[in-house]
């Protein structure tokens, strides 16, 4: 069967869902120079690689709309780490046909997202030390923190910041020989060779560069022959102090199917997590997001989508993208309400939770009775858990603000307006609330 036959139909739809977005992101014209001949050749839980005639089509996206390609992928579904093969080119060869001066280019910048830099990297409590850790390996590579290991749950930033490590440290260091690629893509550069009987040249691209950031190293679980190719490059580059930086969804004890030896190699440096990103951080994230795009968002549209959408910040800025072009395409200006009626589907899954769960979880949060949540009192320790839970019935089910109020003592649907825009606004400022209202999301949801 020919390669391309083989790709997952499921991809291929989400491949198509792709097109469509940056087909209204970028306009006609943009679309048939840079998008139209890309054909999608794999795909995997963690990366995407395409097919374009040329060299030349292949560089386009990058060159002209940095960025733009990775987000309509992760917006339909896909990831958002993206190779693009000019035609003729090889899977599973590291630099497939390119002389020697293009060979080094590549390894130094060729899978690098253009825009995944320090400075587009949004700051909170949950990725500082993470942040200040990759900055000061990007500062001095190979001094300090050797192996960097980061990791946390998927699209939290591990990439972002392992892609930030890479630019950084061409900017201090032009002549650095620099390698990102995932995990998986290692053990297909080693199949390949493998096959080839070149095992010498996977050797000497791998043990000679200054830089390997390999992403979900998780990926290594349970290849017995793929660890142990890995296991002699890790040693080599660091006896050599050249740094390397690794990403996983778990720390290095948790990932079961990892030798021992590896495991206690990865524990030699610094291991620093990511967790979700607080209510204020998704804010920050999404009003950057829509700065360096120049789109006009709302604030009260961002502290909309940053309440639906708690788990990670690839769906947080997925969610952008599909508004920006649905926006775009029917020449609406966003509001809370369009937000709501484009990402229903989307933010479906999220209210099969129904208001009564909602007052038994507020009641038992606060230590209040239903029977007071309910009645007409408005002493302080009931109108501030009532206020919360009419916010949490508003975000978390489909009901209107009259079948809200009629529900919290067939209060008139006024004061459940009130309640929503009250709890909205202290939001971004009353930590100790937000963490409140995120432990009982968490409760009605089912996590820890």
Known sequence: MNRLESVDTSAERAWQRARAILLA??????????????????????????????????????????????????????PARVDILGAGHSQGELFPGEPTAARRARMRFGTLVPRYTFETFVIGGSNQFAHAACKAVAM?????????????????????LANAIGHETVERQPQARIAYLSAETFMTQLINALRRDRMDDFKGTFRKIDVLILDDVQFLANRERTQEEFFHTFNALHEARRQIVLTS???????????????????????????????????????????????????????????????????????LTRLSAVA???????????????????????????????????????????????SQKRTRNIVGPRQVAMYLARKLTTSSFPAIGERFGNRDHSTVIHAFTTVTQKLTENGTLRSAIEQIERTLQGRP
């Open 249 to 319: 969804d778990k720390i290095p004890k948790d990932i079961a199917g990892l030798e021992e030896r590896l495991r206690n190699r990865f524990e030699w440096g610094l291991i620093a997590d990511i967790q979700p990103p607080d209510m204020e951080t998704r804010v920050a994230i999404l009003e950057k997001k829509a700065e360096l795009e120049g789109l006009d968002l709302p604030h009260e549209v961002a502290i909309f989508l940053a309440s639906q959408i708690d788990s990670n910040v690839r769906e947080l800025e997925g969610s």
């Open 25 to 78: 992101k970028l306009g006609q014209a943009a679309f048939d120079s840079g998008v139209k001949s890309l054909r999608l050749f794999t795909a995997s839980e963690s990366a995407v690689q395409l097919v374009a005639p040329s060299a030349a089509a292949a560089s386009w996206m990058h060159t002209h709309h940095p960025g733009v390609l990775e987000d309509a992928l992760r917006a339909a579904g896909l």
């Open 328 to 374: 775009s395409l029917s020449k609406t200006a966003i509001s809370v309400e369009f937000a709501r009626t484009v990402l229903k589907d989307l933010l479906r899954d999220r209210r099969a939770i129904t208001i009564e769960a909602i007052q038994a979880s507020v009641c038992d949060y606060y230590g209040v009775r239903i029977g007071d949540l309910l």
């Open 140 to 160: 001095q590579p190979g001094k300090h923190y050797n192996p960097l290991f980061l990791y946390g749950g998927v699209g939290l930033g591990k990439t972002h």
